[in-house]
């Protein structure tokens, strides 16, 4: 047996070990109750209408849902697919889209194709963890830009496209991850502005925002600037993360590229799963299955408002988002969300301190994101009251203030 | 509309675009007889099966097939799969599998993880063009190891080890694509005592050594050196490659890094797909349908192998494997494959010219991959006493003896 640690590349040695992993080990211990996690219910599967697809998929394409595809995508979800996001206001043709392996490996492919060691990205902090950890393997560097509860500040963003080389600016401009922060009508407009008159690039990521349980939908950034954004989205919560199936819609240099480098990554994706999600499109199962989603979760998004309004102490303010699969709660000074974890996970009830989600964990000490998604109203109720009792419990902990000061 | 050119990486800035795509566009022509390509007969695939698949799939599985999952693999699957190789004669347990999208995905992050630009890769040439396009987008140096008939020579690859500060060693060791050589059994053990020896790491790509058609089946390379291979395979070639079902096995440092490195990239693959191989694997689907493939192959490579004893001018020589996919043909010097190729398809018959499997290209000019198990024997026959037609009438290409002298 060899040591082969001198084999490895320069990038790998870089490379971070995914720390909420180790943290979130005990999440699967028996009796607790997660709000860890961003994982859709499962009770949010098409499960019974399966089996249907299925046979539709195998009697309708037949081999050609098993052979070798186009790196593109399999030409009838293309066609579906554009379909479904035209009638959604995002315009968008078969030809000019790309399948994924889940947006992840569109973020991935992203950084391989703009990013070399050192060059800028400029994000909102907090960011999805997602995107860090598929960027970060290209060895770039972080442009934190300030934001309000309407999305980053356009004229922090115009300042740092005038100071630093941007390669593309991140964005989740809907129910974000972790906060759960949607950007206004009016800063999308601004920032689409921005980026328009200094040629810059953002990539907008938009998982969630099919998973609307109130207010009005807004068009997506990529609509205000169709030919300086990167417009990835994913069918996991709308349909199974298990299929792993993502998609962009890019300006035809970037996209081109995108697919010469999937091309050499992974030849093409899934195509049993791409004629899978044509079926779930074309049949009309989409159309029925959505509203259930969003009347599973919109309760128990609800239920945690409303338990978070009893329970949560004074001192701590919270998100409300009009969708999406999580709150957001930052605690008054001195209050440390990892210690208030791991106090929590005493009692049973788990969370993501949200530090983690920081370029620089030491902003995001008091913070925390709780996901709804994935247990029952009444369960909600049980874990909210108990980590109410932990924070009075905990008003302030002594090791983070020691830590902080 | 703007021009991102600038925003590419230094390493999308060496980036090839797929050759042999180009000139390969001709082959959907209709009418056309294509002996290029390396994909499965679509009467290869266990269709009729695949309804009962999916409905034992969705009983057995239910929400769990279609969640997020481990990034190592659905365990279902890494048991089964460790278990069927296991019987193979290559010792696996499931915790020592790491699954791909498709084996072209573990080319890909092996890249990733060990490569640094200018990292030098030992490997045969010609060589699989799809690894030499994974490795490539990490700006690798290629090293060319002399072969026999037997595969890479002992002498010259612990000459390179000696020499080169190398990466890997990348073989393709059963039924070798573009050539069908199997490296033989003492070959193998010769370069396992030297990897061992040198402490060296080889990757044995192994997609085809299920499909052996005569002689005896050979231990993998990773049999005799364990501790320093990088196994990989797929299920592309014994169930069906639109799943995109590649795995690996590989030691313990590696294997930790790939597994990151495929968190950051994609999270993990399809898990329906895994369910659904699991399924295959263990319902003992698989036992029945590779002796089918196998029936359907061999008489195609016997058809093809005839016809070129009956057609194919003299002096030119072709290789003779026991399985695979393909056969190599090596003209006298002068000819041209590409020259070859494009006479051959103004007569409707395409195949692969060989030189684009060369790292010098002008090294394989006279060669020719031919793919024997997408077309009939009728069909076969014809195409090859087409394109022995073709040699005869261009016994030297005039543009390509220019060229070589």
């Given at each position: 047996m060899s040591d082969f640690q001198h084999l490895l590349s320069q990038r790998t040695q870089t490379m971070q070990r995914n720390q909420i992993r180790e943290i979130l080990k005990?999440?699967?211990?028996?009796?607790m109750v997660s709000l860890a996690g961003g994982i859709p219910a499962p009770?949010?599967?098409?499960i019974e209408e399966m089996y249907q697809i299925n046979e539709a998929v195998l009697d309708r394409y037949g081999a050609a849902a098993l052979q070798y595809d186009r790196t593109e995508g399999f030409a009838p979800f293309l066609e579906t697919l554009a379909g479904y996001l035209t009638d959604k206001g995002i315009a968008a043709t078969a030809d000019e889209l790309l399948v994924f392996n889940g947006s992840q490996s569109a973020l991935d492919t992203l950084g391989k194709v703009l990013l070399s060691p050192g060059d800028c990205i400029a994000l909102e902090s907090p960011s999805y963890l997602g995107a860090l950890s598929a960027f970060g393997v290209y060895q770039p560097r972080y442009i934190s830009i300030a934001s309000d509860d309407e999305g980053i500040l356009p004229e922090a963003l115009d300042a740092a496209l005038e100071r630093h080389a941007i390669k593309f600016i991140y964005l989740?401009?809907?129910?974000?991850?972790?906060?759960g922060r949607t950007m206004s009508r009016q800063r999308r407009q601004q920032i689409a502005d921005i980026v328009k008159r200094r040629r810059a690039l953002v990539v907008e990521d938009d998982?969630?925002?099919?998973?609307?349980?109130?207010g009005e939908a807004l068009p997506p950034l990529h609509s205000f600037a169709p030919g300086n954004t990167v417009y990835i989205s994913t069918l996991?919560?709308?349909?199974?993360?298990?299929?792993?199936l993502g998609f962009c819609l890019a300006p035809a240099l970037i996209r081109d590229w995108l697919c010469t480098a999937k091309q050499s990554a992974?030849?093409?994706?899934n195509t049993y799963a791409q004629a899978l999600a044509a079926e779930y499109i074309g049949s009309g199962v989409i159309a029925r299955q959505v509203p259930k989603i969003i009347a599973l979760y919109a309760p128990r998004q609800a239920a945690m408002l409303a338990a978070m309004d009893a329970h949560i102490p004074a001192g701590y303010r919270w998100t409300k988002p009009e969708g999406g699969m999580f709150i957001w709660i930052e605690g008054p000074p001195g209050v440390d969300g990892e210690a208030l974890y791991w106090r929590a996970v005493e009692q049973k009830v788990a969370f993501v301190p949200?530090?983690?989600?920081?370029?620089?964990p030491a902003d995001g000490l008091p913070t925390m994101r709780l996901n709804f998604?994935?247990?029952?109203e009444a369960a909600i109720e049980r874990a909210i009251a108990t980590l109410g009792r932990v924070m009075r419990e905990n008003p302030r902990d002594e090791s983070s203030r020691k830590r902080i000061n």
């Open positions: 005990v999440v699967s211990q028996p009796g009770e949010s599967f098409p989740v401009t809907t129910f974000q991850n972790p906060t998982p969630y925002s099919d998973l609307r349980y109130r996991s919560k709308i349909f199974a993360p298990g299929l792993r992974d030849l093409h994706s949200g530090k983690y989600f920081y370029m620089n998604t994935r247990v029952d």
